[in-house]
T-cell receptor, first 113, second 109 residues
Framework: DSGVTQTPKHLITATGQRVTLRCSPRSGDLSVYWYQQSLDQGLQFLIQYYNGEERAKGNILERFSAQQFPDLHSELNLSSLELGDSALYFC????????????FGNGTRLTVT | GQQVMQIPQYQHVQEGEDFTTYCNSSTTLSNIQWYKQRPGGHPVFLIQLVKSGEVKKQKRLTFQFGEAKKNSSLHITATQTTDVGTYFCAGPPTDKLIFGTGTRLQVFP
């Protein structure tokens, strides 16, 4: 158990809809990262937060947004969903932003129909 | 942007054979991390290398960081079926942790 909690585990929704994925980092970790993993593909970096502030941005679509709240949990919002957004979305946390090891949650599997 | 490539993409070995995956970055890395993702699971941190030319061992696994800090390798001696999974390297030129393309290892008993 990595200590990182992601909900929900599975999400099935239709094109055009909006969903919110939630992540609670490991106790004591200040940094939260979001990654997208399409079927049998690598891990695409989306965005990173450190202690409530956006720290780094990857190839995150404009339809996607995220935030980290004062209690350090994070949410990833995906809107105007397309079939191609179907993927496994991982949240990871680390102690700080200085490249410490990442601890991943079990992921949210999003299926857009 | 930064790219981190791994070769090979897939590797099938007989149990007991050795396995090596190579990681190459287009930019110099401040450090490199290795992760393992079992089928159906999430990536799990294995090790971090920081110094140029650094070599670290974990039982049957040997990790190496290149002198120029742009490449790395993971070598598994005498693979076992428990080694099955995808191995990712990850490097941060800045605060982003960019993952390599991964090498999927299949071990046949």
């Amino acid at each position: 158990d990595s200590g990182v909690t992601q909900t929900p585990k599975h999400l099935i929704t239709a094109t055009g809809q909006r969903v919110t994925l939630r992540c609670s980092p490991r106790s004591g970790d200040l940094s939260v990262y979001w990654y997208q993993q399409s079927l049998d593909q690598g891990l695409q970096f989306l965005i990173q937060y450190y202690n409530g502030e956006e720290r780094a941005k990857g190839n995150i679509l404009e339809r996607f947004s995220a935030q980290q709240f004062p209690d350090l949990h994070s949410e990833l919002n995906l809107s105007s969903l397309e079939l191609g957004d179907s993927a496994l979305y991982f949240c990871a946390s680390s102690v700080n932003s200085n490249n410490s090891p990442l601890h991943f949650g079990n992921g949210t599997r999003l299926t857009v129909t | 942007g930064q790219q981190v490539m791994q070769i090979p993409q897939y590797q099938h070995v007989q149990e007991g054979e050795d396995f090596t995956t190579y990681c190459n970055s287009s930019t110099t890395l401040s450090n490199i991390q290795w992760y393992k993702q079992r089928p159906g699971g999430h990536p799990v941190f294995l090790i971090q290398l920081v110094k140029s030319g650094e070599v670290k061992k974990q039982k049957r696994l040997t990790f190496q960081f290149g002198e120029a800090k742009k490449n790395s390798s993971l070598h598994i001696t005498a693979t076992q079926t428990t080694d099955v999974g995808t191995y990712f390297c990850a490097g941060p030129p800045t605060d982003k942790l960019i993952f390599g393309t991964g090498t999927r290892l299949q071990v046949f008993p």
